[in-house]
């Protein structure tokens, strides 16, 4: 009887920790498009097939507003947070909703932006170029100042930056490169201002535009699909990291190490790569017909952004300056 019980014991923990371990889960919010997280979800489910994973998509307004209102609960489901708007990283920090977290592949990141205390980590550097019609466009500008020219005239168009986070930021980046008086010369030469960062790409391709400052992953999906558009980056090159974190107090710290550790390993970040955008590493191979600027250049051109001052007032001054020059009828 004895032998019985002990029997039945033992099969009782054994089932209870299988339990415990099949009840791993996993939740990301982020703001990748569908294909690259699905594909980045299968080859980690491939290396850790006892976690659940479930990603919830959205813009980065949304998933903010979306923790915001988790917060206020008392009850967050997110484990792990990726999208491209680097200040509200800082400001989660500030706010101590982060959980801070070394990856031992973080020593492999190059970016413009370096969290010394691990609360996040870039995981690919989003890039924007000036993306123009190969109809309407025929030799590929080198610098951002030739979008003032003649062949550009009432046709350029930029994204709002307050719809677009990579539109603020590419603004931002601009300004400061060239002082306001840049954005004068492009309305003064019958600049546009769009909608969203995908909008004008879109209207690029129609030909309604000859040309925008464009979002490398959303160009290239148009060109795989057969838009007669291509990519040029000036040496100044805009660059958006965006960054990985940990909540605090996720239940799930194991798996949410685990999925940091496989979005910095090498083979994650060349599924990133495969998808025509900026790896963080450098051991990465970039497709063959991916017109990307390699990831050490990229970093190093960069047009130097301080992120941790991007958000609240100087957000919106930003957004307002921009919008008084460029607006309709000026």
């Known amino acids: 009887m004895k032998k019985f019980l002990a029997a039945v014991l ?3 923990v054994l089932f209870v920790s299988s339990a ?4 791993e889960k996993l939740t990301v919010y982020t703001s990748m498009k569908d294909s690259l997280i699905g594909a980045l979800k299968d080859e980690f489910l491939k290396k850790n097939p006892g976690i659940e994973f479930d990603a919830y998509v959205a813009g980065a307004g949304k998933l903010m507003a979306k ?3 988790e917060r206020e609960a008392g009850k967050l489901v997110v484990d792990v947070l990726w999208h491209s708007e680097v200040p509200d990283f800082y400001q989660l920090k500030k706010e101590g909703v982060l959980q801070p977290y ?7 990141v190059e970016s413009p932006v370096k969290e010394p205390e691990g609360y996040f980590t870039p995981v690919r550097n989003g890039t924007l170029g000036i993306v123009y019609n190969t109809r309407l ?7 951002w100042k030739e979008v003032l020219g003649a062949d550009y005239k009432g046709a350029f168009g930029i ?6 986070g990579t539109a603020y930021g590419s603004v931002a980046g601009l300004a400061k490169l060239y002082g306001w008086k840049f954005f004068e010369d492009i309305q003064k030469n019958g600049g546009i201002l769009g909608k969203g960062s995908g909008q004008v790409i879109d209207d690029t391709a129609m030909g309604d535009l000859v040309a925008c400052i464009g979002v490398d992953y959303i160009t290239m999906s148009k060109i795989k699909k057969g838009a007669t558009l291509a990519m040029a980056y000036p040496k100044e090159t805009i660059v958006l990291p965006s960054p990985v974190a940990i909540m605090k107090g996720t239940p799930n710290l194991g798996a949410a190490k685990k999925f ?4 910095l390993s090498k083979e994650g970040q060349q599924i990133i790569a495969n998808n025509y955008t900026l790896p963080v590493r450098s051991d990465v191979v970039l497709p063959k017909d991916s017109p990307l600027p390699k990831p050490h250049a990229a970093v190093v051109n960069a047009i130097k952004l301080d992120f941790k001052s991007m958000s609240g007032a100087p957000k919106e001054e930003t957004i307002k300056k921009f919008k008084d020059i460029m607006r309709p009828g000026k």
Request: glycine residues 0%; positive net charge; proline residues 9%.
């Open 137 to 143: 466009i025929k030799k590929a500008p080198k610098s």
């Open 159 to 164: 994204a709002d930056p307050a719809l677009s």
């Open 67 to 69: 923790i915001a209102a």
């Open 102 to 108: 070394k990856s031992p592949n973080a020593k492999y």
């Open 20 to 23: 415990a371990m099949a009840a």
């Open 10 to 12: 033992l099969v009782s």
């Open 260 to 263: 940091v550790d496989f979005l």
